[in-house]
C-alpha cells in the first residue's frame, strides 16, 4: 500500500504541473478536471470488475491486471508524451531538491498546503466514521450496499464536471467557496437522510459531489501559486492532502465517541478554517484569474 501510493503520489504532481505548463489559467480548471475524470470512471468500471476478478481468480489476481497496465502506459507515455526535461548548460549541477526551499518559504504556497491539509482532514473526519454511525443508529451496513461504490463514483464524476465549467466561469476560490459551504450544509443532512437506504445514497452522493467540486478547483488554483516551482509546488501539496488523510483517520474515530454531531461541527469548522485562509492567498499579479 505504501508503495502504490508512493508511486501514485510521485505521478500525479507530475501530470498535474505538466498540463499546467502547456495550459492558460482561465482554462485550466477544465483540463485539470478532464484528467481527474479517470478516477470516477477508474471507481466505476474497475471497482466492480476487481471483485469479479477476485471471485473468479484469487485475492491478488487484479494486482496482475493493475501491473501490466501500469506497464503499458510507461510505455505510451515514453512514446506519446514530448519531453520537457530542462536543458542546462554543460556542466551544471541542478540540485534535486532546489525548490523546496523556494516553495516552504514562501506564505501563499505555505497557506494553501495549510487549506488543502484543513479541507482533508474535515472530510476525512466524517467519511471514516459515517458509515459506523449509520449502522449504530439503523442497522444498515453501508459498506455491504453494492450501490455505494457507484453512487460515489457517479457523484464524483459529475463533481469534477460541474467543475470543469464552474472553476473557470465563476473562478477557482469563488467555487472553491461554494462548495464548503454545500459540504458543510450537507454533512448535517445525515441524521435526517440516513434513516432510509434511498436517503444515504442521496447523501453518498451529496457529500462526495461538494467534496470532489472543492478539490477539484483547488488543484488549478495551487499549480498558479508558484509557477517558477510548479511541479514541487503540486507535489507538496499533494503531500499536504495526504497527510490531512491521515491526520483525519486518527481524529474521526476519537471525535465520534462523542457522538456524530461532534464530527460534524469539526468539519464545519475545519471548512470555515480553509474558507479563511483561502482568502489570504495571492496569486502572482500575471496569473490571468477570473
Known amino acids: 500500500i505504501l508503495l502504490g501510493n508512493l508511486g501514485n503520489n510521485i505521478f500525479v504532481p507530475a501530470i498535474q504541473a505538466y498540463l499546467s505548463d502547456r495550459t492558460p489559467y482561465k482554462k485550466r480548471g477544465l483540463y485539470i478536471a478532464i484528467s481527474e475524470l479517470s478516477w470516477a470512471i477508474a471507481f466505476i468500471l474497475f471497482v466492480p470488475l476487481a471483485g469479479l476478478i477476485i471471485e473468479k481468480v484469487t ?26 526535461a530542462e536543458q542546462t548548460r554543460a556542466g551544471e549541477e541542478v540540485p534535486l531538491f532546489a525548490d523546496f526551499k523556494k516553495v516552504l518559504i514562501y506564505t501563499p504556497a505555505l497557506l494553501g498546503m495549510l ?3 484543513l479541507i482533508i482532514v474535515g472530510n476525512e473526519v466524517v467519511n471514516v466514521v459515517y458509515g459506523v454511525w449509520i449502522k449504530d443508529s439503523f442497522g444498515l451496513q453501508i459498506a455491504a450496499l453494492g450501490a455505494a461504490s457507484a453512487v460515489i463514483g457517479f457523484s464524483e464524476l459529475a ?13 477557482k476560490e469563488k467555487t472553491i467557496f461554494i462548495g464548503l459551504a454545500a459540504s458543510s450544509l450537507f454533512v448535517l443532512t445525515l441524521p435526517w437522510l440516513g434513516e432510509s437506504v434511498v436517503g444515504v445514497m442521496i447523501w453518498l452522493f451529496l457529500f462526495y459531489f461538494t467534496f470532489e467540486v472543492v478539490i477539484i478547483s483547488a488543484l488549478p488554483m495551487m499549480s498558479e501559486v508558484m509557477p517558477q516551482a510548479r511541479a514541487t509546488m503540486m507535489a507538496l ?17 476519537w471525535l465520534y465517541q462523542g457522538g456524530f454531531w461532534v464530527n460534524a461541527i469539526a468539519c464545519i469548522v475545519l471548512n470555515i478554517l480553509a474558507g479563511v485562509i483561502l482568502t489570504r492567498i495571492k496569486l502572482p499579479l500575471h496569473s490571468e484569474t477570473k
Not at 63 to 75: C, H, K, N, Q
Not at 160 to 170: I, N, S
Not at 237 to 253: K, M, N
Open 59 to 84: 485475492w491478488y489476481a487484479p494486482f496482475w491486471f493493475l501491473s501490466g497496465l501500469a506497464a503499458l502506459m510507461i510505455v505510451l507515455v515514453l512514446v506519446f508524451i514530448p519531453n520537457d
Open 115 to 117: 487549506m488543502g491539509l
Open 159 to 171: 463533481g469534477e464536471g460541474v467543475t470543469a465549467y464552474l472553476a473557470d466561469h465563476l473562478g
Open 237 to 253: 501539496f499533494i503531500a499536504a492532502l495526504s497527510l490531512g488523510r491521515a491526520l483525519g483517520d486518527v481524529l474521526g474515530p
